[in-house]
C-alpha cells in the first residue's frame, strides 16, 4: 500500500465549477500535511498547508481528519490557471523534514 | 535571482557513463534535498543534508553519491547509469530540517540511452 494515496485522475471540469480531491496517508507518525502544486514539467511549489481545523486560501479549501487519515482539498470557481497536477503530500515525525508525496491528481480546467 | 538552481537543466547519455548534477541555494537554508521524479511522476525523497551532514538517505543504490561542499550547495553524482536512472531529479531547501516550506530547483530530466 502507498504511504500517501489520491483520487486517481485526469479530472476535466468545465471553468466555474468545483472540484474536490482527496488523499489518505497510513502513516500515523505523520506530522504535518501540504497541498503542492506541479504545473507540466516544472516544479512542485507549495499551494497551502493543511491544518485540523480547516483552513482556506481564496477560493481554495483545504480539510484534515486526523482520525481516519484523510485530507482534502476544494477549488471553487475553477480558473483555466487552475489546470495542473495537484500533489497531496505528508511529513513524518522527527524524520529530518522528509516529505512523502501521493502520485498527484491532474486537472484540466476546459473553456 | 533564482533561488533553487540546478544544472544542467537536460542531461542525455549512455549507459555506463558517470555524471554528475549541480544545485545551489542563493536562501540561506541549512537543509538541503534530492528528489527523483519517475516516469509514473511519484516524487520519492532521496538524500539530505543539514549544514552539509547527511541527514536522510534512503534506499538507493550506492551508484548515487550525494556530495554538500557548503550549505548552499548540494551536488549528485551517479556512476554507471543505468536506463533506470532515467527521471526528473529535483532539489529543494529548507530554512532547517524542521516545519518549514520546502523549496524546489527547476528540475534535472536525465535520460539515458
Known amino acids: 500500500r502507498k504511504e500517501v494515496e489520491q483520487d486517481p485522475g485526469p479530472f476535466n471540469v468545465p471553468e466555474g465549477a468545483t472540484v474536490a480531491f482527496n488523499c489518505t496517508y497510513s502513516?500515523?507518525?505523520?506530522?504535518?500535511f501540504f497541498w503542492y502544486r506541479q504545473d507540466c514539467r516544472k516544479e512542485p511549489k507549495l499551494l497551502m498547508s493543511v491544518y485540523s481545523s480547516g483552513n482556506e486560501d481564496g477560493r481554495f479549501t483545504a480539510q484534515l481528519n486526523r482520525a481516519s487519515q484523510y485530507i482534502s482539498l476544494l477549488i471553487r470557481d475553477s480558473k483555466l490557471s487552475d489546470s495542473a497536477t495537484y500533489l497531496c503530500?505528508?511529513?513524518?515525525?522527527?524524520?529530518?523534514?522528509?516529505?512523502?508525496f501521493g502520485q498527484g491528481t491532474e486537472l484540466s480546467v476546459k473553456p | 535571482d533564482t533561488a533553487v538552481s540546478q544544472t544542467p537543466k537536460y542531461l542525455v547519455t549512455q549507459m555506463g557513463n558517470d555524471k554528475s548534477i549541480k544545485c545551489e541555494q542563493n536562501?540561506?537554508?541549512?537543509?538541503m534535498y534530492w528528489y527523483k521524479q519517475d516516469s509514473k511522476k511519484f516524487l520519492k525523497i532521496m538524500f539530505s543534508?543539514?549544514?552539509?551532514?547527511?541527514?536522510i538517505n534512503e534506499t538507493v543504490p550506492n551508484r548515487f553519491s550525494p556530495k554538500s561542499p557548503d550549505k548552499a550547495h548540494l551536488n549528485l553524482h551517479i556512476n554507471s547509469l543505468e536506463l533506470g536512472d532515467s527521471a526528473v531529479y529535483f532539489c529543494a531547501s529548507s530554512p532547517s530540517q524542521g516545519l518549514y516550506e520546502q523549496y524546489f530547483g527547476p528540475g534535472t530530466r536525465l535520460t539515458v540511452t
Open positions: 536562501l540561506g537554508h541549512d537543509t
Open positions: 502513516n500515523s507518525a505523520s506530522q504535518s
Open positions: 503530500v505528508v511529513r513524518l515525525y522527527n524524520q529530518g523534514g522528509k516529505l512523502i
Open positions: 543534508y543539514n549544514n552539509k551532514e547527511l541527514i
